[in-house]
Each structure stands twice: as structure tokens, then as C-alpha cells.
């Protein structure tokens, strides 16, 4: 009985020293603010991001909330204290306001993390 209770002893504490090790995103900023552009200017913005965690960070997904806003993630996992892109192509064609949401999917311990883009599309003078 002492031995079963040993057992499952060491099994809790190797539980929980492995749930205190996990990935962890911070991005450099979560809000990328175009301001005031031109219809047909670039669209690309870049949104930086560090693993602050202890093991590497795998990224297995990136959304937005609409069609106009491409996103894409990085291929291979980030190791822990190096660094990540997520590059949002947004639609400059669409002229008005953007008020946009990219959804972030990956092991970190927050596994959906959400970052905006913001800004104006201005038509183009004649």
C-alpha cells in the first residue's frame, strides 16, 4: 500500500512540474494602427511577437474576421526566447474605415490570443 501511495505521489508531482512548463506569446503590440492611407496603398503590416515560454511555441493557426485581411503564420515553431512574425495583408482596394480581428491558435498558454488592426482607407483625390 505504501508503494502504490508512493507511486502516485511521484505521478502527481511529474504532472504538475510538466504543466508549469508551456509556451508563452507577447507581442510587441497587439493593435497595428495603418492611420490615414490611400485606396490601393500596401497593405501588408507585420505584428512581432516573442515565446517568453520554457518550451517552443507552435503556431497551428491564424484567422481574421473577414475576408479582406490575409493573414499568414510562421512555418516552424519559435523557440523559447526567440523571435516570431505574423504578417495581415489587408485589402486597400476597400475604402472606409478597418477595424479588424486576427485570431492567433497555438500552444501557448492563452491558445487563442486575439490582435487587431486599425485604420482609415481614404479614396483617392482626382
Not at 503590440?29 to 520554457?54: A, C, L, M, P, Q
Not at 476597400?94 to 485570431?103: A, D, E
Amino acid at each position: 500500500m505504501k508503494k502504490l501511495i508512493a507511486i502516485a505521489m511521484f505521478v502527481l508531482v511529474g504532472f504538475a512540474v510538466q504543466a508549469q512548463e508551456s509556451a508563452k506569446i507577447e507581442f510587441k503590440s497587439e493593435v497595428i494602427d495603418y492611420g490615414e492611407i490611400k485606396k490601393g496603398s500596401d497593405g501588408v503590416r507585420v505584428f512581432e511577437f516573442t515565446n517568453t515560454g520554457k518550451i517552443p511555441l507552435v503556431i497551428t493557426d491564424v484567422t481574421s474576421s473577414c475576408g479582406c485581411t490575409i493573414p499568414e503564420k510562421p512555418k516552424d515553431p519559435i523557440a523559447p526566447g526567440e523571435t516570431g512574425e505574423i504578417k495581415v495583408k489587408y485589402d486597400t482596394q476597400r475604402v472606409g474605415p478597418i477595424r479588424k480581428t486576427i485570431t492567433v491558435y497555438s500552444n501557448a498558454e492563452e491558445p487563442a490570443k486575439s490582435i487587431k488592426i486599425k485604420g482609415k482607407v481614404l479614396e483617392e483625390e482626382i
